[in-house]
């Protein structure tokens, strides 16, 4: 199973120029979280820190039991071993094919056969659905495939974390659906805990167990996905909806007087563009079918119980929605409540559900 990242009052900053402060939260292990934020909030930066490939002033990033902002280099080194990074383009070598792509930490990092490199590569590649594009240069597909040879690549070593940096830019919205089934599917076949930075609403609102949201330089909030998801907070709706009307300027955050220039132009009937709201709680992505139970699903409502009480009321009834009269989530098909409640009490979960 994929391990916990553990962040504590982090703060990074260049210069005179403050990202964000004081960032707190927990990525769970094995499960899929989001980090939101409109444009330059930071979030690229906070996924580069994780890994140690920026440094911020404050703070500690605990993985596995080190503090990566005060370890040796020797250290750090091997707490990268641990991540896989898909990085927004792929980062793909121009001049080499897909395999060879993929095949690349394996020969840079093991010692690993030829023939054991290519059971690994073209299992991956069919993973990411690309068997067959072996041969291909990166620069004659899509920018989605380059993205999922850039995902298979970044599996290739078997990592814990999982780091997404934007998996939809440049993809339209049905190659963005399949590269969230691809995350999910992934999560399920290998347990990994997977971060996603995005701005991307439809894969923040079907894809990650948790979310949080970065904005004026703070973390506004962090959490089981349904404490986002049915927030009043103005800068969270605002957001998930799209829309002109709320804090979020088209460059730099909105001052009072522009809000109220601008809610006095609603007011007077101008679109603030942005879809209608969305009531409700879009359910989750399944793992596809024939995948491997997604053991996050059975993991993480067992935390939610524990925090239950701490959350927002809103949130904890969509929780308890989701939840259903059985006491077994939505996230995988009716017909299945049987086998997993027994995967659950074999694993030792309590389902609330009498026997
Ligand atoms: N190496 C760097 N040196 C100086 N400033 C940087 C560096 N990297 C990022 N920044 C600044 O940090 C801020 C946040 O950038 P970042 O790319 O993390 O935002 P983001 O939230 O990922 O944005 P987007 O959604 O548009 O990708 C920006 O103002 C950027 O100019």
Partial sequence: MGVEVSVEGLTKSFGSQRIWQDVTLTLPAGEVSALLGPSGTGKSVFLKSLIGLLRPE?????????????????????????????????????????????????????????????????????LVGLLGAE??????????????????RALVLDPQIILVD?????LDPVRTTYIS??????NAEIDATILIVSHNINLARTVPDNI????????VMFGPREVLLTSEEPVVKQFLNGTMIGPIGMSEEK???????????????????????????????????????????????ERVRHIMHTLPENAQIAIQESLGADGVGDEWSPGDADTDRMYFEAAGFDTGVAK
Avoid at 74 to 98: P, W
Avoid at 135 to 148: A, F, N, T, V
Avoid at 212 to 219: A, C, E
């Fill in 58 to 126: 404050q703070g500690s990033i605990v993985i596995d039991g080190t503090n990566i902002l005060e370890c040796s280099s020797k250290e750090l080194y091997e707490i990268r071993k641990l991540f896989g990074v898909l990085f927004q383009d792929g980062a793909l070598f121009g001049s080499m094919n897909l395999f060879d792509n993929v095949a690349f930490p394996l020969r840079e990092h093991t010692k690993k056969s030829e023939s054991e490199i290519r059971k690994i590569v073209m299992e991956k590649m069919e």
């Fill in 255 to 301: 001052d009072e007087a522009q809000m109220a220039q601008e809610q006095a132009m609603v007011d007077a009937g101008h679109h603030a563009g942005g879809v209608d709201d969305v009531e409700g709680i879009v359910p989750q992505m399944k793992a596809t079918p024939g995948m491997p139970f997604r053991q996050a699903v059975a993991r993480r409502q």
């Fill in 181 to 186: 089934q691809t995350l999910i599917d992934i």
């Fill in 166 to 170: 934007e998996p939809d830019s440049g």
């Fill in 135 to 152: 041969d291909k240069l990166p620069g004659e597909i899509s920018g989605g495939m380059r993205k999922r040879a850039g995902l298979a």
């Fill in 212 to 219: 949080g949201m970065l904005f004026r330089r703070h973390l």
